[in-house]
């Protein structure tokens, strides 16, 4: 028993439900066109009674974005518990993760434009993303140490400093530029692995 009230479960679903309908509106309009007006219509309920259970329509972006970064890491995840050396599980995360970040800019530009305007905006779900992805390096690196197939000592900073190197095909807007551009950024991600997995030591 996880000893929640039943009112507590309710507001749980209620949020849910009211995140559901805000995010099939972010996917198919954007979050710009959407309101809090045509959330509670497909609801059947008022917009006061939307701000019951978010404080404003920028509690419901913040959720919503929240929501995108949460698959992202969970997908990260996965392919930090694969069976498989380190240096694979790098370059699979850092091509997944890149790919991801395209194909959203490509095919979901409402959803793109959101994550945008949360880096822009330096919301808190940004950073935390971040942390968590750094997370997810460091202890494949880890692993990568004790397996000898890196030289790196220190795992928290071979971490940070490749999340850095990595950051130019991961963040949005700059993601953005070298589509537009026309530029090979798989060519140019899998130079840069190759750059960072020999930093790290491997040979």
């Not at 972010?26 to 309101?35: A, E, L, M, V």
Request: glycine share 4%.
């Amino acid at each position: 028993m996880s000893g929640r009230t039943p009112t507590e479960i309710d507001i749980d679903l209620s949020r849910e439900r009211i995140l559901d309908v805000a995010e099939e509106h972010f996917r198919r309009i954007g979050y710009q066109k959407t309101s809090v007006a045509d959330i509670a219509s497909c609801l059947g309920m008022s917009s006061a009674n939307i701000y019951r259970f978010f404080p404003s329509r920028a509690a419901i972006n913040k959720s919503i974005c929240g929501r995108f970064f949460a698959e992202t890491a969970q997908l990260a995840e996965s392919i930090a518990r694969m069976k498989a050396p380190a240096h694979e599980k790098l370059a699979d995360l850092f091509k997944i993760l890149h790919q991801k970040r395209k194909t959203t800019f490509i095919k979901e530009k409402p959803v793109h434009d959101l994550i945008v305007a949360a880096t822009e905006k330096n919301w808190a779900i940004i950073r935390a993303h971040g942390d968590q992805i750094v997370v997810i390096i460091e202890t494949i690196v880890r692993e990568g140490i004790e397996a000898g197939e890196f030289e790196f000592e220190d795992a928290a900073q071979a971490a940070r400093s490749v999340m850095n190197a990595f950051t130019p095909f991961y963040h949005p807007v700059l993601v953005e530029q070298r589509v537009r551009n026309g530029e090979d950024t798989e060519t140019g991600l899998r130079d840069q692995i190759h750059f960072f997995l020999r930093a790290l030591g491997r040979t």
